[in-house]
């Protein structure tokens, strides 16, 4: 259903309308690209990835939502010097691990890297040995090739159930992909006068940075040692993404800590001349998730948190929650009831937490507040439709017999509620342009906020006929954008709670 965007005599018409609700399509670019640039393979996902995949998913599913061909691409850290240094550590310690799939469980592999991590930074011998391997696994060596293989795809395996529990639909094309591309990257830099010899690396002095000394700072392309980094990875995903997978808005959604790498990055690729003028190439940084403290968010041990751990614990917490309800309301629910709606309104939770705060700044972690039906969260958000779901089962309604109930506004919040709908298209259109999910979320927050004072104060069952079915219309529309606006966050409904 559409409203109408014209009122007369305080009227709205509801129509019959597609999808979108009234969002007006425009020229649409071929392709854009949305780079979630996610863990490093042979860690686990922490807590600080959860920022990059949620807000990476919805700037996606908006894009997609407004017609644009969207390639949502994992940009997976599955490459370089990490690798160098496991596979030296395991050759000593663990070499079944190289050749055997699933030799080790995921927490003994991430355990292996901390402590090859911990050679590297205080062993010369063992670094040195790790960068050899390193430039053995770039020039396709088949032992260290194989052992990387199976170490990729046995943190795969992890990521996987992590994405499958947030619904992220992902296309994997980690930094090794690039890998053949990346000679090119040189000669090219080379061919355009823009590389320069620096204490034996090859490098591209950037415009406008500068050390405390006032000298021009470099962006590494190729180490004095021949290997390759990040920034040579990044040039030639660039390369590729505009040349071959023509895409036209390429969208890199990493921490705010990047901001300097990608600006420099994007500087060089201009220079070199590979990106065209309707070519759009944007950083989208995020702030840190903290603890109560106001701090980093971390385990007792100082570890970092782990996203599955996190997850798992809002799940507990909504089923707790939910429990709790069920024993003060005496309502007895199937256990199939139980572990849906505890599963969805968890999950549902963190999403949204993270999703209502502005990005580019960090934010407080709490489970309480998350999961508060009070307030700009998701399950306020998602009681708002239970509860126009509920008059539809109390009153025995099938919206979709409505047809084009004309919807007559004659009390204050009736209007209130109708407008706010009508604002839909405009807050989508701001979030396509500027790619700030909050904008959403305050929206979906003011509609749930406008629709319990209507719901509260406005009966609808309980009306006269042609005052009753304009309000259950009003209801109608009101759950389709709110499961709309929730899709669009990555965020299911349910019918009760």
């Known amino acids: 259903m559409r409203l109408k965007t014209a009122y007369v005599e305080q009227q709205i018409n509801i129509m019959q309308a597609d999808s979108r609700l009234g969002v007006p399509l425009t020229n649409k670019p071929q392709l854009e690209i949305v780079d979630f640039s996610s863990p490093n393979i042979?860690?686990?996902?922490?807590?600080?990835?959860?920022?990059?995949?949620?807000?990476?998913?919805?700037?996606?599913?908006?894009?997609?939502?407004?017609?644009?061909?969207?390639?949502?691409?994992?940009?997976?850290?599955?490459?370089?010097?990490?690798?160098?240094?496991?596979?030296?550590?395991?050759?000593?310690?663990?070499?079944?691990?190289?050749?055997?799939?699933?030799?080790?469980?995921?927490?003994?592999?991430?355990?292996?890297?901390?402590?090859?991590?911990?050679?590297?930074?205080?062993?010369?011998?063992?670094?040195k040995s790790a960068r050899h391997e390193v430039l053995k696994l770039q020039a396709g060596e088949k032992n260290t090739n194989h052992a990387w293989k199976l170490l990729c795809e046995q943190s795969r395996q992890e990521f996987k159930v992590i994405y499958n529990l947030l619904d992220i639909q992902l296309q994997e094309r980690g930094e090794s992909f690039y890998n053949s591309f990346l000679p090119a990257v040189v000669l090219d830099l080379e061919a355009s006068q823009l590389l320069e010899l620096n204490q034996g690396a090859n490098v591209v002095f950037l415009e406008g940075f500068t050390n405390r000394q006032g000298e021009p700072l470099p962006l590494i392309i190729q180490k004095s040692d021949g290997g390759y980094n990040y920034a040579t990875t990044d040039l030639a995903a660039v390369?590729?993404?505009?040349?071959?997978?023509?895409?036209?808005?390429?969208?890199?959604?990493?921490?705010?800590?990047?901001?300097?790498?990608?600006?420099?990055?994007?500087?060089?690729?201009?220079?070199?001349?590979?990106?065209?003028?309707?070519?759009?190439?944007?950083?989208?940084?995020?702030?840190?998730?903290?603890?109560?403290?106001?701090?980093?968010?971390?385990?007792?041990?100082?570890?970092?948190?782990?996203?599955?751990?996190?997850?798992?614990?809002?799940?507990?917490?909504a089923r707790e929650d939910l429990d709790a309800r069920l024993k003060e309301e005496q309502r007895e629910e199937s256990a199939e009831f139980v572990i849906n709606v505890s599963l969805v309104v968890g999950i549902s939770a963190v999403k949204y937490a993270d999703l209502s705060q502005n990005r580019t700044s960090s934010y407080k972690f709490s489970f309480d507040n998350m999961l508060s039906l009070k307030g700009n969260t998701a399950p306020y958000m998602l009681y708002a439709y239970v509860r126009i779901r509920g008059i539809a089962r109390s009153g025995k309604i099938n919206f979709t017999q409505l047809g084009d109930t004309k919807i007559i506004l004659k009390e204050d919040l009736?209007?209130?509620?109708?407008?706010?709908?009508?604002?839909?298209?405009?807050?989508?259109?701001?979030?396509?342009?500027?790619?700030?999910?909050?904008?959403?979320?305050?929206?979906?927050?003011?509609?749930?906020?406008?629709?319990?004072?209507?719901?509260?104060?406005?009966?609808?069952?309980?009306?006269?006929?042609?005052?009753?079915?304009?309000?259950?219309?009003?209801?109608?529309?009101?759950?389709?954008?709110?499961?709309?606006?929730?899709?669009?966050?990555?965020?299911?409904?349910?019918?009760?709670?």
């Open 42 to 127: 042979a860690k686990e996902m922490h807590v600080g990835h959860l920022r990059s995949t949620i807000i990476g998913d919805c700037i996606a599913r908006v894009l997609e939502f407004r017609g644009h061909n969207v390639l949502r691409l994992n940009h997976v850290g599955d490459w370089g010097t990490q690798f160098g240094m496991l596979i030296t550590y395991l050759r000593e310690k663990y070499p079944e691990a190289l050749t055997t799939e699933n030799a080790l469980d995921i927490g003994d592999l991430v355990s292996f890297y901390k402590k090859a991590k911990q050679r590297f930074d205080t062993d010369e011998d063992f670094q």
């Open 239 to 317: 390369r590729y993404r505009i040349q071959l997978d023509k895409a036209k808005r390429i969208i890199y959604v990493t921490d705010s800590g990047q901001a300097n790498h990608f600006a420099g990055v994007f500087q060089v690729a201009r220079r070199a001349g590979w990106v065209p003028d309707d070519v759009e190439l944007v950083h989208v940084p995020f702030g840190l998730v903290l603890g109560k403290d106001g701090k980093k968010l971390k385990t007792r041990s100082g570890d970092t948190v782990r996203l599955r751990d996190l997850i798992d614990e809002a799940v507990n917490h």
């Open 414 to 497: 009736e209007l209130a509620l109708a407008k706010h709908l009508l604002q839909l298209g405009e807050v989508i259109n701001v979030v396509e342009t500027e790619l700030l999910p909050h904008r959403l979320c305050d929206y979906l927050y003011q509609l749930s906020d406008k629709f319990n004072k209507f719901y509260e104060n406005c009966p609808v069952l309980k009306s006269e006929a042609t005052i009753r079915n304009s309000r259950l219309a009003l209801c109608d529309v009101t759950a389709r954008v709110l499961k709309l606006g929730l899709s669009l966050l990555g965020i299911p409904v349910l019918e009760r709670m």
